[in-house]
């Protein structure tokens, strides 16, 4: 599977939207990109995923690039909850392959 | 629907003893997946069941892990003899055909 970089750490203040960029450069046309968070001691929460299209759902936006090297999940209106560490995973679909993850971005939201 | 659910939610044994570690999936998921996150490591796949079957055991550590799925319901980890090493939190985690991974919220494991 592709690897990620993502930045280890990002702050946001509450109500703004929050901006979480990843790198896949190495990515391939069969690869979806994957997006988790792990809130303190529970389980990681599945987000959101995309193949090449821009993806919305309840939680937030994801936005990949025209060359799928990269990607930005978007929290439209982010609240103190949504502090977490969130995980960009590209992941292949074939098979039900596991997902690898990374060290993620430790995302702060400050009131 | 129900979501995943682990028991326990924490175990402390002492180094050498026997834990079991037990994941329920959602009801209908055919595959199943053990992960673990030592102290200030990453979060670290184990092994990945499709029904019954291993279908990949690469994150496995040792010999001292068993993991079964009998019947390809509900699973179990196996730890014997325990290590100080084996410290952390194991999630579960299980998903339908190439649908996302749903995790349960682990149990989190101390060896002492």
């Known amino acids: 599977d592709a690897k990620t970089t993502q930045p280890p750490s990002m702050d946001c203040a509450e109500g703004r939207a929050a901006n979480l960029p990843c790198n896949h450069s190495?990515?391939?046309?069969?690869?979806?990109v994957y997006w988790y968070r792990q809130i303190h001691s529970q389980g990681p929460q599945y987000i959101i995923h995309?193949?090449?299209n821009n993806e919305t759902n309840e939680m937030a936006s994801l936005i990949i690039t025209e060359d799928r090297k990269s990607s930005t999940l978007i929290l439209p209106h982010a609240t103190l909850r949504d502090t977490a560490v969130y995980y960009c995973?590209?992941?292949?679909?074939?098979?039900?392959?596991?997902?690898?993850f990374g060290q993620g971005t430790r995302l702060t939201i400050n009131p | 629907e129900a979501g995943v659910t682990q028991f326990p939610s924490h175990s402390v044994i002492e180094k050498g003893q026997t834990v079991t570690l037990r994941c329920d999936p959602i009801?209908?998921?055919?595959?199943l997946y053990w992960y673990r996150r030592v102290m200030g490591k990453e979060i670290k796949f184990l092994l990945h069941?499709?029904?019954?079957?291993?279908?990949?055991e690469s994150g496995m550590p040792n010999n001292r892990f068993l993991a079964e799925r009998t019947g390809g319901t509900y699973s179990t980890l196996k730890v014997q003899p325990a290590e100080l090493e084996d410290s952390g939190v194991y999630f579960c985690?299980?998903?339908?055909?190439?649908?996302?991974?749903?995790f349960g919220n682990g149990t989190r494991l101390t060896v002492t």
């Open positions: 985690a299980s998903s339908q055909q190439v649908s996302p991974l749903h």
């Open positions: 190495t990515i391939s046309g069969n690869e979806y």
């Open positions: 995309g193949l090449k």
């Open positions: 995973i590209v992941r292949r679909l074939q098979g039900a392959q596991k997902l690898v």
């Open positions: 009801s209908g998921h055919d595959n």
């Open positions: 069941f499709v029904k019954e079957s291993k279908q990949d």
